[in-house]
């Protein structure tokens, strides 16, 4: 699930009215800039606990 959270239109779990297109466009705003972005557990090993989104970014 949580390398489809950064794909267009992808929702994940969520029951929300969202449209799925904010962590697209993070991706793609952290790719232009030379980045990464990713989802990690918000409590190692333990996914029910949660989602940590983290990214770097190059240096300027």
Do not use: F, K, S, T
């Given at each position: 699930m949580k390398g489809k959270l950064f794909t267009r239109f992808e929702?994940?779990?969520?029951?929300?009215?969202?449209?799925?297109?904010g962590l697209f466009i993070v991706r793609t705003l952290v790719e232009r800039y030379g980045g990464k972005v990713w989802?990690?557990?918000?409590?190692?090993?333990?996914?029910e606990e949660g989602a940590a989104f983290r990214f770097t970014l190059k240096k300027a």
């Open positions: 929702r994940g779990m969520a029951r929300g009215r969202g449209e799925g297109l989802a990690d557990d918000r409590v190692p090993g333990n996914p």
